[in-house]
């Protein structure tokens, strides 16, 4: 099973350039979720998604986008990057217990 | 807005020793979590705390959920070189699916 997969692993962008981290899980969960990672600290909530149709910010949500495109996939939007959101994001799904992470995406933006 | 701190930040051990590491919350958690996470990796599960006061023991981890529901530990019993990972509690917000976590422990068991 492939579980919560997460496109692309690395990228490097420039400052203002806009991009977007994809996520698909085959788990038939209907909760998504972006995290942030960033060096000596735990995991930061950007977005979340309790169900297909829904999204709702979290605790770090300015400067991002989301979009929950059907149950099974949510994406994550950077309009104009900055230095400050370089980082490790995981996606995350539940069905409402465990959350499942994916492998992670590392962004550096110069 | 409900904050989880973690203690230690970081914790450097020899193998075969004890340690404990806690997470407190600002407010009553709701059903706490604790997960490990590997270098290159996301969070993978260990267990799940619902009931005050609730132990829970899985191999030579210890799990334990303060009376009040504002405090949890988890303890090590004879480390090993796997155990070395980030250590994460996480709780999901009453009534809705919002999952935060805390700001970690990083263990490192050293042979």
């Known amino acids: 099973n492939a579980g919560v997969t997460q496109t692309p692993k690395f990228q490097v962008l420039k400052t203002g350039q806009s991009m977007t981290l994809q996520c698909a899980q085959d788990?038939?969960?209907?909760?998504m979720y972006w995290y942030r990672q960033d060096p000596g600290m735990g995991l930061r909530l950007i977005y979340y998604s309790a169900s297909e149709g829904t999204t709702d910010k979290g605790e770090v949500p300015n400067g991002y986008n989301v979009s929950r495109l059907n149950k099974r996939e949510f994406s994550l939007r950077l309009e104009s990057a900055a230095p400050s959101q370089t980082s490790v994001y995981f996606c995350?799904?539940?069905?409402?217990?465990?959350?499942?992470f994916g492998e992670g995406s590392r962004l550096t933006v110069l | 807005t409900q904050l989880l701190e973690q203690s230690p930040q970081f914790l450097s051990i020899q193998e075969g020793e004890n340690l404990t590491v806690y997470c407190n919350s600002s407010s009553v958690f709701s059903s706490l979590q604790w997960y490990r996470q590997e270098p290159g990796e996301g969070p993978v599960l260990l267990v799940t705390?619902?009931?005050?006061?609730e132990v829970k023991k899985l191999k030579r981890l210890t799990f334990q959920f303060g009376d009040a529901r504002k405090d949890s530990s988890l303890h090590i019993t004879a480390a090993q070189t796997g155990d070395t990972g980030l250590y994460l509690c996480a709780d999901s917000t009453s009534g809705t699916y919002k999952y935060i976590f805390g700001t970690g422990t990083r263990l490192k068991v050293l042979a």
């Open positions: 705390v619902v009931t005050g006061g």
């Open positions: 995350a799904s539940t069905l409402g217990g465990e959350l499942f």
């Open positions: 788990m038939n969960h209907n909760s």
